[in-house]
């Protein structure tokens, strides 16, 4: 049984036989978690069975038209529906043309899913890493709260829990108080991916310093300034209110608050790099600074506005990675790129529902903090990752 393993007791037993779906768009994900789970099994019982990932479809009629169908029993399983509503590669035929699937898309597909079990799977649960609507979090105007909505209308079609990962704001989930939701982390998958690929990194106040990209990121940033004993320093975003573009108020600059990062490596955590232009502004100004290398770890990449700009940045010694993880589509040309590197989030997320599935604590999971100290203390010992 391999070191970091969730240990379960003699006296748990699982809430029913688990069972995965995986939604159209996130099949290779929910394989590879598939293999994490199937490996643990073996490890505790001896055997297990060739996939725990029941087959399932969601077909669409000629107008666009979809539902959702399980073609194996779902009566007392434990059921973890597995969906990226992000990946918009997944496409549809509607009356002769191809449209490419949006996060209602797919939300529309998992409700369909649970209603095709149909009230017999004995638990249903959602691994949505991708939290759906999640920027829509909470009303500045006259205005939907989509996020809070949707995680309501779960609760009301028999969801028992929901997974996520870096939610944008955690304190959605009072909207639903007596269903679980449950907020992972790629902490320690970061720094992990960072020394594989970067072996002269060092994490001391002498070589590197925390920088949070606005005042929401804060508590991500945070995080690594208290476990390394790192200078934290924060920029604001000066916002013109006089007009709206692409639903927002655009920026009109960053202001940097924060003790000197001449010299020293800077390390940029956030949730999602949507377009990216926030971050190479960042970076720019890190650099007018004579900032060393700058480090980006974002969690979900979604590049909206395509990946040249980074190329550009990445020549010109601008930004020197960006360290993100499989929980969401990516552009395929994101593996060709030497600046991007890859946290495989698979394993972490079989633990989660390997947990669940024996309602054991998830508490060391969620939390990193212990396993990121320990992960150090690896390295000085000089032991391999």
């Not at 009566?75 to 209602?104: A, E, Q």
């Not at 209308?153 to 679980?180: C, K, S, W, Y």
Request: proline share 3%; with cysteine; glycine share 6%.
């Amino acid at each position: 049984m391999s070191a970091d393993r969730v240990h379960m007791s003699e006296e748990s037993f699982p809430i029913g036989s688990l069972a995965l779906v995986a939604m159209k768009g996130f099949e290779d994900f929910a394989n590879q978690v598939d293999k994490w789970l199937i490996d643990f099994h073996k490890e505790n019982f001896g055997t297990a069975p060739d996939t725990f990932i029941l087959k399932s479809r969601c077909p669409r009629f000629a107008n666009g038209e979809g539902k959702g169908i399980i073609d194996e029993t779902v009566r007392g399983k434990d059921l973890y529906i597995l969906t990226d509503v992000g990946n918009y590669s997944v496409t549809y035929p509607i009356v002769g043309m191809t449209n490419h699937m949006s996060p209602d898309d797919h939300y529309q597909d998992l409700k369909r899913i649970i209603c095709a079990a149909s009230g017999k799977a004995k638990r249903i649960n959602v691994i949505m890493p991708l939290l759906y609507n999640g920027r829509q979090h909470k009303r500045m105007v006259r205005e939907s709260l989509d996020c809070a909505e949707s995680l309501r209308e779960l609760a009301n079609l028999g969801v028992e829990n929901i997974v996520t990962f870096d939610a944008h704001d955690a304190r959605v989930q009072n909207a639903i108080p007596h269903m679980g939701f449950e907020n992972g982390a790629a902490y320690y998958q970061f720094i992990k991916a960072m020394l594989k690929n970067i072996p002269d990194i060092k994490f001391d106040k002498q070589n590197m310093v925390i920088v949070s990209p606005d005042e929401g990121a804060i508590h991500r940033n945070l995080f690594y300034a208290s476990i390394f004993g790192l200078d934290l320093g924060v920029f604001y975003k000066v916002r013109d209110y006089s007009r709206i573009e692409n639903g927002r108020n655009p920026i009109k600059a960053h202001e940097y608050i924060g003790g000197d990062v001449a010299g020293k490596d800077i390390i940029v955590v956030d949730d999602i790099l949507s377009s990216g232009e926030s971050m190479l502004d960042i970076a720019y100004e890190l650099k007018r600074r004579n900032a060393r290398r700058i480090f980006s770890m974002v969690t979900y990449p979604l590049f909206t506005n395509g990946v040249e700009k980074f190329d550009k940045c990445y020549e010109d010694g601008i930004i020197d990675r960006v360290i993100s993880t499989n929980l969401t589509y990516r552009r395929p040309e994101l593996a060709d790129r030497e600046w991007f590197i890859e946290a495989d989030m698979t394993k972490y997320v079989a633990k989660i529902i390997d947990s669940l599935n024996y309602d054991e604590s998830l508490a060391g999971l969620i939390n990193p903090a212990q396993r990121v100290i320990d992960l150090m203390e690896r390295v000085k010992k000089g032991e391999e990752l």
